[in-house]
């Protein structure tokens, strides 16, 4: 479903990604994890096509996105990527549901159908009682469940999380971890996750180790 091949990227003389190969499946819950400065974040923000490599490819549903323009990366991005971060970034002027259906929007569905994409995210999230909620009057964890399904009302292709967790208290962290594995039995989601969080990448189906540069180690989880 993603096959990275031959990524490298610099910026100046500074060498950040040294030839990265990876491929993940369609519903696998892949983490990365290593050293600040491994480079983790920056190949996550290749595979989103937030940042184009010096050299190499990544495909998405076998689309090459690093020969794509930058309008059509747009819309490829918009339907096919969801992005989580570790500070929801919801707009606060938004109620919750709003904040869900602006993607929707973005990418041309009508008021009814975003609506109701976003209704059924809510239910499933257990937040229907949240949804005119703006964020200042939500809580850590759900905020951080309005921002997953703000990645989610598109159906895309995968799911990018960075240190979704990282804000959140035990209790919350837990619940939002166990959320993915809801969402990828529901809708067959898959999820590339930069975390520091041994609890998460203990349980994620494997995970990718970083190291200057490179993938260092590949662990399947048993």
């Given at each position: 479903?993603i096959?990275?091949?031959?990524?490298k990227?610099?910026?100046?003389?500074?060498?950040v990604l040294k030839g990265i190969?990876l491929?993940?499946?369609?519903?696998?819950?892949v983490?990365?994890?290593?050293?600040?400065?491994?480079?983790k974040?920056t190949?996550?923000?290749?595979?989103g096509t937030l940042?184009?490599?010096d050299?190499g490819?990544v495909?998405?549903?076998s689309?090459d996105v690093t020969?794509?323009?930058?309008?059509k990366?747009?819309d490829?991005?918009n339907r096919h990527i969801?992005f989580?971060?570790q500070?929801?970034?919801l707009?606060?002027?938004?109620?919750?549901i709003?904040n869900?259906?602006?993607?929707?929007?973005?990418?041309?569905?009508?008021?009814k159908q975003?609506r109701?994409?976003?209704d059924?995210l809510?239910?499933?999230m257990?937040?229907?009682d949240?949804a005119h909620h703006?964020?200042?009057e939500?809580?850590?964890g759900?905020?951080?469940?309005?921002a997953v399904?703000?990645a989610?009302?598109?159906?895309?292709?995968?799911?990018?999380?960075?240190?979704p967790?990282?804000?959140?208290d035990s209790?919350?962290?837990?619940?939002?971890?166990?959320l993915f594995?809801?969402?990828?039995?529901?809708?067959?989601?898959?999820?590339v996750i930069?975390?520091h969080?041994?609890g998460?990448?203990s349980?994620t189906?494997?995970?990718?180790?970083?190291?200057?540069?490179?993938l260092?180690?590949?662990?399947i989880?048993?």
């Amino acid at each position: 479903m993603i096959d990275i091949k031959g990524i490298k990227k610099s910026f100046g003389s500074l060498e950040v990604l040294k030839g990265i190969d990876l491929h993940i499946d369609k519903g696998e819950i892949v983490s990365i994890v290593g050293p600040s400065g491994a480079g983790k974040t920056t190949l996550l923000q290749i595979i989103g096509t937030l940042d184009r490599p010096d050299s190499g490819s990544v495909l998405i549903d076998s689309v090459d996105v690093t020969s794509l323009s930058s309008k059509k990366l747009s819309d490829f991005r918009n339907r096919h990527i969801g992005f989580v971060f570790q500070f929801h970034q919801l707009l606060p002027e938004f109620t919750a549901i709003e904040n869900i259906m602006i993607p929707a929007y973005i990418a041309g569905a009508s008021s009814k159908q975003a609506r109701q994409r976003a209704d059924d995210l809510l239910q499933f999230m257990g937040l229907s009682d949240r949804a005119h909620h703006k964020p200042n009057e939500l809580s850590g964890g759900e905020k951080q469940r309005v921002a997953v399904a703000r990645a989610l009302v598109n159906s895309p292709a995968v799911i990018l999380a960075d240190e979704p967790s990282g804000s959140l208290d035990s209790k919350n962290k837990a619940e939002l971890h166990q959320l993915f594995f809801d969402l990828r039995d529901k809708y067959g989601q898959t999820f590339v996750i930069v975390t520091h969080d041994e609890g998460l990448a203990s349980i994620t189906d494997r995970t990718i180790k970083m190291r200057d540069g490179l993938l260092v180690q590949d662990i399947i989880t048993e």
